[in-house]
């Protein structure tokens, strides 16, 4: 089985639209031969994920946007840093993290080198081979094509939605603001390329020819039940706020949607 749902828009109802969607954190799944690894208490819940962005981003193919979604937790790979050496080690830089967010060792077994390399194998490779293709196959279709890696976070900021282009380098100024604008308009506060300015897949694939590529990332509080966040359980996302932040981001992504099928760069 492929590591990632892949949603392409359906062409009979909608126009496609030159905006690829990224979303690699929010994937739970946890192969059990990996979770038998880990310490007793992270093997059924782990710490610090993009939770349920599928969910709250259904709405994108009814856009015209293609989805890509990871299936599997970012404990497993982590699907936005770059595959190189140290393999295993930080959860902010290696591809295989070593402890949680929060320091805390994650493994009673770690894993080989050759574990972690299967891992890269089975997981990481398809996917970054799978955004390409579908970068490519959107620049032969509309000659560029804009790509959004979509995040969520807890802290080290309360910004309600933050916008990483690689400090102006791995897109243009239209696309920033086209989103920031659409965001505040919406009644969310935006920051730029603070704290957040863009990860491995934005940084990566924005230095492609003819691909623009912006990290958005949304403050859990802005779509789940504050409540929740503290528990060491998923958060719930049948929630009173999830449904409004849902029913705010679709007109906001509509809007991109639009600026972008309507714009055609000069760079």
Avoid at 45 to 52: A, C, G, I, M, S
Wanted: net charge negative.
């Amino acid at each position: 089985m492929k590591p990632f749902h892949l949603h392409i828009p359906n062409l009979a109802t909608v126009d496609l639209c030159p905006i690829v969607a990224s979303i690699p954190h929010s994937g739970l799944e946890v192969p059990g031969a990996i979770a038998h690894t880990l310490n007793e208490r992270y093997q059924t819940y782990l710490p610090h994920q993009d939770w349920h962005l599928n969910q709250l981003y259904d709405f994108l193919p009814k856009l015209g946007i293609t989805v890509l979604e990871a299936i599997y937790s970012r404990y497993v790979v982590d699907l936005n840093r770059a595959a190189k050496p140290p393999f295993f080690g930080s959860f902010w830089n290696s591809v295989v993290a070593e402890k949680t967010a929060f320091n805390a060792p994650l493994y009673q077994i770690a894993p080989t080198p050759e574990d972690v390399e299967r891992r890269v194998d089975q997981f990481y490779r398809p996917y970054q081979r799978q955004i390409e293709q579908l970068l490519n196959q959107r620049i032969a279709q509309f000659g560029h094509v804009y790509l959004f890696d979509l995040h969520s976070f807890f802290g080290p900021t309360t910004d309600e939605v933050c916008l990483g282009d690689v400090n102006g380098k791995s897109c243009s100024e239209f696309l920033t603001t086209t989103v920031e604008s659409a965001f505040s308009a919406g009644g969310y506060q935006v920051a730029r390329n603070h704290v957040f300015n863009g990860g491995y897949i934005t940084r990566h694939y924005g230095k492609m020819p003819q691909v623009e590529a912006l990290q958005i990332e949304v403050r859990y509080h802005t779509y789940l039940n504050a409540d929740h966040l503290d528990q060491e359980v998923v958060p719930e996302w049948q929630v009173p706020e999830f449904e409004q932040a849902k029913s705010k981001f679709e007109p906001i992504f509509r809007a991109i949607a639009l600026a972008c099928a309507g714009h055609a760069p000069t760079g």
